[in-house]
């Protein structure tokens, strides 16, 4: 297996039992405006450090360079908010790449999106169309989510967010600030096996919920979870996404 480790500054897990936030003189200002920019560069310094295993990653064999043409839905998506809230889509496009065999960028455009309380028409920043809610292009982890006792198996891919995944409002009025990552199964090609298609899966932890299935890499370390920020309360949010990833060429993985 490769060696190679996440960015810190990109995951951000949250630790497994952290709470979520809800959401003088001149010289002595001058001081401490000082000592803060100090440690701004210094945590900055420390968040550029590797943050996670390779003992995490898989690697896809000849996929540097591969694109992928398009991004298809197999259900309709549908993002759950825990403050009741549900925004249902009825489409989902999309592109990236492989900038590498463990490590690549992502788009998705769902569309057709409504949020199911109101009826409201749902857009994100910077989107042109109604209904549209753009995932601007993202860095995604090879990943491996099970653990030695299902043999490293199943694999996936770990979407960045960052501080900002998305933004949309709804009917002008419901804001939705969607921050953190989420993690896919792909369900084929398995290891060992070439192909050019992924079957990839985001889903809930069970149907219904607000919180993700897979939120651990090998079951193990800090989640990975989604937060969706809403009139300045903070809320667990799940992906519900069936769909498949088609490649400008075959690629393998490689788990072991």
């Known amino acids: ?22 959401g003088r003189n ?15 560069a210094t945590s900055a310094a420390l968040f ?31 993002w759950r908010v825990a403050n009741t809230d549900v925004v249902t889509c009825t489409g989902v496009t999309g592109g990236g790449e ?30 042109v169309t109604a209904g549209t809610i753009q995932i601007p292009s993202k860095v995604f982890h090879n990943v491996i989510i099970g653990n030695g006792a299902d043999s490293g ?4 891919m770990l979407v960045t967010g960052g501080n900002e995944l998305v933004t949309f409002t709804c009917g002008g009025v419901l804001t939705f600030k ?15 096996v070439a192909g050019t298609t992924y079957n990839v899966n985001f889903e809930p932890e069970v149907p219904g919920s607000t919180r993700q ?14 937060i969706s920020e809403v009139g300045g309360t903070q809320y667990t949010t799940s992906l519900q996404l069936t769909g498949q990833i088609h490649l400008s060429g075959a690629v393998t993985p490689t788990c072991s």
């Open 178 to 192: 969607v921050t953190g990552n989420m993690i896919g199964e792909f369900e084929t090609p398995n290891c060992g």
């Open 1 to 22: 297996m490769a060696s190679h480790s996440f960015p810190r500054a990109l995951l951000m897990p949250r630790r497994a039992n952290a709470p979520y936030r809800t």
């Open 213 to 226: 299935r897979f939120m651990q890499i090998t079951t193990t370390g800090g989640l990975f979870d989604l």
């Open 26 to 40: 001149r010289e002595a200002v001058m001081d401490r405006k000082m000592m803060l920019l100090a440690a701004a």
């Open 98 to 127: 492989y900038t590498s065999t463990i490590t690549g960028t992502i788009a998705l455009d769902f569309t057709g999106c409504i949020d199911n309380t109101f009826g409201f028409t749902c857009k994100s920043t910077g989107a």
């Open 153 to 156: 198996t199943p694999i996936g």
């Open 48 to 78: 550029a450090m590797p943050a996670v295993s390779s003992a995490g990653e898989w690697t896809a064999h000849n996929a540097t360079g591969k694109t992928f043409t398009s991004i298809t839905k197999v259900n309709n998506p549908v």
